[in-house]
């Protein structure tokens, strides 16, 4: 299916919410809404789902094996080649098998037909055993899971993720990137509205950054993420420390190099990969520390944030790199803009993955 | 002088006897209340269905006097069935005065609002979203409703029951659509109302412990059905 959307409009009790989105799904692949909240993310999906009628602006579908492009609204045979699961998904009222078989039944699909599809999921989903469990008493990552499953066995040309893996156990939100991947490389064409920048990073093939009720940026994730504007996306979405670079080797160490600065990490991942560090795993220190963390950087501090009860101080150490520490420490070390000073840290404080794949 | 352990004891001689006209008086009783529930929750549902999933300009409106005709005393609906289907009256020519199916009309009139009621709140408190993910799951305008029914069965019930409690308790309205006729149009609350009136407690403390009973069992039963549409 590839669906053109055209000078989209939507506004919500005279307050617009998206003002002029035009954009096109047509290659295979996963494609990430990224956008401040109440950015209309969520307000598009739907509208390409064909859950909400746009105000202004024209839609096109065109399905595998039709000739051109139908310009529709509401017609229940596009909307049954397209899957949206909302979040937080929502179950209904009956068993997991129930949960999974619905759209089946919709669709007058024989019963051992729907055995076999809800079995299927079951299974790819790390849900077996899970048919007869009441769909409701699930937890979250379980219930995002059945409802990934629900659409998986209707076997749709288009799936619609809202935040799908926000607020989910880890094993969950890796199972459920694993399963979007599976579906991307089925041909499938994935959509996903996400404030996971990780996520994005890892999964997504093509970027739509939604702001102020218009796509301000777009383009593939490569481009949008790391060739555009960093700092921006860093800020944008509370992403600190992020760098790309290579891992090298000295003697039986792993080094990261991203300019002319290198420390040590612990990964066994080789060639160009990314780099990231929680500013409150690093610790500032006036003189040069010896201690069993592996990294020690001198730097000048160049700027200073107070964040909540935080500050945030970011030092030039050859990078940009943000440190969080308390204001007690700020004012006990006596530091100011252009102080010298050392940025202290573990080797396996360091986050490093490759770019095309999961961690 | 009136003895109540002798009465309670009659009472209770009379149902164990299986006394026929006592049991008559309780078939037709359950029989003509479960019609009316039945009649009334067949209408209530499509009703609450088109006033909650439509959005219409007054919907608010459309609730809040569906809400007020609760109200309705109940002696008020008898008055306005008898003037209706009495011998002169508009519907005078159906000849249903002091039948079972005036007592099922003016009951199934009586329920309406209340049963409406309940399957608008239980249709409204179903989460907007759960409707759009049958939708999104493919499913159409019938099996939409089907799958909001399901999704809302137990409150149905609940709301089913409700009135048919209301209904069987109904004395006054019943008396004046029915007639009391025995044999015919007596049932257990107008039988109460009449042999306690004529001192014959025997035959009402019989036919109020069989209330009673029937009663409290439907109040279980609702209860339990709440306990499962709550969850």
């Known amino acids: 299916m590839k669906i053109v959307a055209q000078n989209i409009a939507k506004s919500f009790d005279g307050q617009a919410v998206l003002k002029d989105v035009s954009l096109t799904i047509d290659a295979t692949g996963i494609y990430a809404l990224v956008g401040p909240n109440g950015s209309g993310k969520t307000t598009l999906m739907r509208i390409l789902a064909l859950l909400e009628k746009s105000d202004g602006g024209t839609l096109k579908y065109k399905t595998r094996g039709s000739e051109g492009y139908d310009a529709v609204v509401y017609s229940p045979g596009i909307r049954k080649k397209m899957g949206l699961i909302h979040n937080p998904a929502v179950m209904l009222s009956g068993t997991v ?31 077996r055993g899970f048919g007869k469990r009441e769909a409701r008493t699930l937890s979250a990552g379980e219930i995002q899971r059945v409802a990934l499953g629900r659409v998986l066995v209707l076997d749709p040309e288009v799936v619609f993720l809202d935040e799908p893996t926000a607020n989910l156990d880890p094993l969950s939100a890796k199972l459920i990137e694993k399963t979007i991947l599976e579906l991307a490389s089925r041909g499938k064409k994935v959509v996903l509205a996400t404030h996971n920048i990780w996520q994005v990073e890892r999964i997504a093939n093509r970027v739509w950054f939604l702001n102020d009720g218009v796509i301000s940026i777009s383009g593939t994730a490569q481009d949008v993420l790391h060739k555009g504007d960093q700092a921006f996306w860093g ?18 160490r792993k080094l990261f190099k991203v300019d002319r600065v290198s ?14 560090l929680n500013p409150t795993e690093i610790i500032l220190s006036s003189q040069k520390l010896v201690s069993s ?67 | 002088m009136f003895n109540l352990i002798q009465s309670l004891q009659q009472a209770l001689g009379l149902l164990l006897k299986f006394d026929p006209e006592i049991w008559q008086i309780v078939f037709l009783s359950l029989q003509v209340s479960f019609a009316s529930s039945l009649i009334a929750v067949v209408l209530a549902v499509p009703l609450s269905l088109a006033i909650t999933q439509n959005e219409f300009r007054g919907k608010r409106i459309v609730i809040g006097t569906v809400n007020s005709f609760i109200a309705v005393p109940a002696v008020v609906i008898g008055l306005v ?27 199934t009139l009586l329920i309406i609002p209340l049963m409406t009621g309940l399957c608008i709140s239980a249709l409204q408190s179903l989460g907007h979203r759960v409707k759009e993910t049958m939708i999104t799951l493919g499913a159409g305008r019938w099996r939409l409703i089907l799958g909001i029914m399901r999704e ?45 009136i004529k001192g014959n407690f025997e035959l009402g403390i019989a036919l109020g412990l069989v209330l009673l009973i029937v009663a409290i069992g439907i109040n279980i039963i609702l209860q339990a059905v709440q306990g499962r549409a709550g969850r």
Not at chain 1, 97 to 115: D, H, I, M, T
């Open chain 1, 263 to 276: 420390f040590e990490v612990v990964t066994e991942l080789e060639g160009q990969v990314m780099a990231s």
């Open chain 2, 81 to 107: 069935c008898y003037l209706l289907l009495s011998r002169s009256g508009p519907l005078g020519f159906w000849r249903l005065l002091y039948t079972p199916s005036a007592i099922i009309i003016a009951q």
């Open chain 1, 293 to 359: 963390a592996r990294n020690v950087l001198e730097g000048v501090v160049t700027e200073a944030v107070s964040e909540g009860g935080l500050y945030k101080v970011t030092l030039d150490v050859g990078v940009a790199l943000d440190v969080a520490i308390t204001k007690a420490s700020w004012d006990e070390m006596g530091l100011h803009k252009g102080s010298r000073v050392y940025a202290v840290f573990k080797a396996s404080s360091v986050r490093i993955w490759k770019e095309e794949n999961g961690e």
């Open chain 2, 152 to 196: 809302v069965r137990f409150a149905l019930a609940a709301a089913f029951i409700t009135g048919f409690s209301r209904v069987l308790g109904e004395t006054g309205m019943t008396m004046m659509v029915g007639g009391n006729i025995k044999g015919d149009t007596r049932v257990m609350t107008t039988a109460i109302a009449l042999e306690t």
């Open chain 1, 97 to 127: 098998r129930y949960n999974l078989e619905y759209g089946l039944r919709v669709r007058g699909v024989s019963q051992s037909e729907r055995r076999r599809r809800s079995d299927q999921a079951l299974e790819s989903l790390s849900l």
């Open chain 1, 235 to 252: 800020k944008f979405l509370g992403r600190d420390n992020m760098y790309i670079g290579k891992i090298g080797k000295l003697e039986n």
